[in-house]
């Protein structure tokens, strides 16, 4: 009899043990499914800010070295385009044809030519004042690049440019902007200041 209470202690042990591995299998198994999506979101995360962290370098260093203010006042009035851009009035192929441009595509890549698959527009937001009568009818933002529907994980960086009656049109273009036909509009008739433009950029991994 004792050696049978002894077998039937002996099953009952393995039986307990054999079920305390299976749900600690089970519970692992869960454990490590949980994690793959976070890790993917934290890999997400981190390009976005890499990208976040690229766009404000190249606005910083543009503003710095001058290169910004003729970016956005690199226009056509005669046409009603960016200079050099499509009949849309923006860039498709990559940034536009002067140093603003080139440390755009140093950076991002060309979209016809990266390797590395990255996308970016870049938009001009202007002031449209109500009390501006020069501001009536006008659409802001303008679009300088516009490559696509930026995705879910885009990331963006701005830097602001302030402009003066007598802020110079770059580009082939001669003549002052407020006395050519500009997209931004003059948002204080009264004073020196003609407008104030915010330039975006938004950057995603295509």
């Keep these: 009899m004792n050696e049978l209470a002894d077998r039937g202690q002996v099953h009952t042990l393995e039986a307990f043990t054999a079920a305390l591995l299976v749900v600690s ?3 692992f198994a869960l454990q490590a ?8 979101s934290t890999s997400n995360q981190h390009v976005e800010s890499q990208h976040r962290s690229a766009a404000t370098d190249v606005l910083a260093t543009a503003a710095a070295n001058g290169s910004l203010r003729p970016a956005v006042t690199y226009w056509n009035p005669d046409n009603g385009t960016f200079a050099g851009a499509t009949s849309r009035g923006f860039y498709v192929d990559g940034g536009p044809p002067n140093a603003f441009g080139a440390a755009l595509n140093d950076t991002f890549g060309n979209v016809s ?8 527009n870049v938009y001009v937001r202007f002031r449209t004042p109500a009390d501006a ?8 933002p303008q679009t300088m690049v516009y490559m696509g529907s ?14 003066t009656d007598d802020a110079e049109l770059a580009g082939p273009a001669r003549g002052t902007v407020s006395a050519s ?11 020196r200041l003609y407008n104030v433009l915010e330039v975006r950029i938004v950057v995603w991994q295509m």
């Excluded at 990266?114 to 970016?120: E, L, N």
């Excluded at 009568?133 to 802001?140: E, F, I, K, L, V």
């Design 25 to 27: 299998g089970v519970l």
């Design 33 to 40: 499914t949980a994690v793959t999506p976070l890790t993917a």
């Design 113 to 120: 030519t990266s390797r590395r698959r990255i996308a970016y």
């Design 133 to 140: 009568p020069a501001c009536a009818g006008t659409s802001s």
């Design 150 to 163: 930026p995705s879910d994980n885009a990331a963006s960086a701005t830097r602001t440019v302030t402009l």
């Design 181 to 191: 036909d500009f997209y931004a509009c003059d948002a204080a008739p009264d004073a």
